[in-house]
């Protein structure tokens, strides 16, 4: 009974939630997973470090197909600045990989923490 009513639940809870707001929750997510990471630099596994970077560059890859797709109803100008801050991402990933201190991370970070915040704020 109890994990019906879980499974209830979530089921709502998805349907209530905007696609901005779902947006600005995994950009959140994966600034958090980030920020752990470089948090904890020098006790965190390569894997770890490997595992938060690439659910950022996937999240923004989806992003970024999503945003600069021909259907999407979103002005030309916002598309192009959507996709040169995605090449930014995947080029400060690829950086933040090869990083020995963890710095790199503090843009990601950033970037992540900084749209999650307009999503929210365009979604109310």
């Known amino acids: 009974m109890y994990k019906q009513a879980a ?12 696609p901005r707001e779902l947006e600005a929750n995994l950009l959140m997510k994966a600034a958090a997973r980030l920020q752990l990471v470089k948090d904890e630099w020098k006790q965190s596994s390569l ?7 690439t659910y950022n560059r996937k999240l923004w890859t989806i992003l970024v197909t999503s945003a600069t797709n021909g259907d999407n109803p979103l002005p030309q100008e916002i598309k192009n600045n959507i996709a040169s801050l995605g090449v930014f991402v995947f ?21 992540n923490r900084a749209i999650a915040e307009g999503l929210r704020a365009r979604a109310e």
């Open 47 to 53: 894997a770890q470090r490997d595992d938060a970077l």
């Open 7 to 18: 499974q209830a639940y979530q089921k709502t809870s998805q349907v209530a939630v905007s």
């Open 91 to 111: 080029k400060q990933t690829m950086e933040a990989m090869a990083d020995e201190e963890g710095n790199k991370l503090n843009s990601l970070i950033s970037i």
